[in-house]
């Protein structure tokens, strides 16, 4: 249930202080380099908005560490496409033949709208439509979530919604309910999608409510630490968070995986362990994602502006955002290549497992030992990769950086395999490879890439930009797996599709290299959402104010 505490008393006090100069020795507004300094964003704050308290934090963690997404973007897949490799025939021996024959062809197709479909198209069909109704839900809602509770309560019902899904997989049983595999591995996969976009929301303003983020602004306001130093610690502290919430998903993907061997292993002769197996690891997000939802504290935005309506105001806060790009540009660029650079690795992914899936005969058991083999190294590299940002202090763009370099490597890895079957995901070591790589470097990329978004968020537009972000995201692989399955049902290779990902996560990242300023962009955030300041205070969305200064200030 919600947590039942009183609202606070709704007190604005918003800083004044958005940007400032750098004030140094001589006067000249250089570092020590000799360089000309920037100035420095300074994020609005709401002091009315509760401390987050230990208790809260860690129910924030254990939601993502239930949520770790073993069942409904693993296990779930898994289920449907050997349902439907069972339900389906050999193209070349004809109906009524065994895909998994000994001398089938390696071919496999189902009935499909008055003739056939390879049944590695139709799941990359499932996924490109889920990201479609993705699209749908951030477009027409993710906005909204910026105004009173209603960002809280649409995380739970999507929450649900997902729970309920994973427990009906009970009764996918035989190989004729394959339609209803793939209905319920997609609402899974959407709702747990829209959970993950959701849940990150929260935390800009988490980061931005934590006691050292407080005891860091008031010391800043006292003037006992520069605008400079503030900037560098409050975009610390996001990574911090974001990696430690990362590092508690992978953490959730081994003890899950753990668990379900002890079903797996004994029970390994069972026609139903694998479904015995979704609702275990359904079971335990639930244990533990139920806590955010009684120790969240409020942090309300604020009221739906009359007239308006929770539908329709999604889609006027997006055309509101989107005709901001000449004043965020930043921001926008991002959210763009992050678009095509998600489409490419999220398809990939899918791609990957596809091929997974046919080398290891749809076995839970394999893809477990698989999976562990990822969370273990992702929860080494997600610590890895933070402890070297904090003792080094890098930017989260050179962090960010390093992880995208090997979401290029993974489809070109697959690509070799249209011309060799030495190298290019056709043995079972590359398989183990790939996990571990994805491990190392993939589970770095997906906090990174989230603190990104944070760092170019106008403060106080939090939903409406991570929704945004969440179309970038999770709803992103609308191109990509269109353009796969296209290309799989032409030529009847799977490993085809390899090089357009390869094209595309290539292009997409070296916008992201050259193209994205994050510290101009976060200062262009701040900026901008001062200048319309009377947003966080009514929810009502004005022009410019002219009142705000355009003119740093010299502290």
Not at 300 to 305: I, N
Not at 415 to 429: A, D, E, P, R, Y
Not at 455 to 464: A, C, K
Request: net charge neutral; proline share 5%; charged share 15%.
């Amino acid at each position: 249930m919600m947590s039942r505490q009183p609202l606070p008393e709704i007190v604005r006090e918003v800083s004044p202080n958005q940007l400032v100069g750098i004030n140094t020795p001589d006067g000249s507004g250089k570092g020590d380099s000799g360089v000309e300094t920037e100035d420095v964003a300074i994020a609005p704050v709401r002091k009315d908005e509760p401390i987050v308290t230990r208790k809260e934090l860690w129910s924030y963690y254990l939601y993502y560490n239930g949520d770790n997404g073993v069942g409904p973007n693993g296990y779930s897949m898994t289920l449907f496409q050997s349902l439907a490799t069972a339900a389906g025939f050999d193209p070349v021996k004809g109906p009524g033949s065994d895909c998994s024959a000994p001398d089938a062809s390696g071919q496999c197709v189902l009935p499909w709208s008055g003739g056939t479909k390879a049944v590695s198209s139709v799941v990359l069909v499932s996924n490109g439509v889920s990201f479609a109704v993705m699209t749908l839900i951030f477009t027409t809602i993710g906005s909204a979530a910026d105004y009173g509770t209603f960002g809280r309560w649409l995380l739970l019902i999507l929450t649900v919604i997902c729970w309920a899904a994973q427990f009906a997989s009970m009764s996918l049983t035989s190989p004729d309910r394959w339609g209803v595999a793939m209905a319920l591995y997609m609402i899974g996969f959407i709702s747990y999608g829209a959970t993950l976009v959701f849940y990150a929301a929260v935390f800009p303003r988490l980061a931005r409510n934590t006691p050292h983020a407080r005891d860091l602004r008031e010391k800043y306001e006292q003037g006992e630490i520069s605008a400079e130093e503030y900037e560098t610690e409050e975009s610390l502290e996001k990574n911090r968070i974001s990696n430690i919430s990362t590092m508690h998903s992978n953490i959730g993907y081994i003890v899950t995986l753990a668990l379900n061997l002890s079903l797996l292993l004994p029970r390994a002769n069972d026609p139903k362990v694998n479904n015995y197996v979704l609702v275990l690891t359904n079971g335990y997000w639930v244990i533990l994602g139920i806590w955010w939802f009684i120790f969240q504290q409020p942090r309300p935005g604020p009221s739906l502006p009359k007239g308006e309506h929770y539908v329709t105001i999604g889609w006027k806060q997006i055309w509101i955002a989107l005709k901001q790009y000449k004043k965020l540009p930043y921001t926008f660029i991002y959210l763009v290549a992050f678009f095509l650079l998600a489409d490419g690795l999220n398809t990939t992914g899918t791609l990957v497992s596809i091929c997974q899936n046919d080398k290891f005969h749809f076995s839970f058991l394999q893809n477990t030992y698989l999976g562990l083999a990822q969370a273990i190294t992702s929860t080494i590299s997600t610590l890895g990769f933070w402890y070297i940002q904090k003792y080094w202090k890098i930017s989260t763009k050179k962090m960010f950086t390093i992880t995208n370099v090997v979401t290029i490597l993974i489809p070109l890895w697959g690509m070799i395999g249209i011309w060799t079957t030495k190298f290019g995901f056709h043995n079972v070591w590359e398989f183990w490879a790939y996990n571990v790589m994805f491990g190392l470097f993939q589970a770095p990329y997906y906090a990174f890439s989230q603190t990104m978004m944070a760092e170019l968020t106008p403060p106080g537009f939090d939903n409406m930009f991570f929704g945004l972000f969440g179309l970038s995201n999770r709803a992103s692989s609308m191109i990509g797996p269109n353009v796969i399955q296209a290309i799989i049902d032409h030529t009847g290779d799977n490993w085809k599709g390899f090089p357009f990902l390869f094209a595309l996560c290539t292009a997409a990242s070296i916008v992201i290299w050259f193209g994205v300023d994050v510290t101009t962009g976060r200062r262009d955030a701040v900026a901008w959402a001062e200048k319309h300041r009377t947003y966080a205070e009514t929810g009502v969305y004005t022009a410019e104010e002219d009142s705000v200064q355009d003119s740093p200030k010299k502290l």
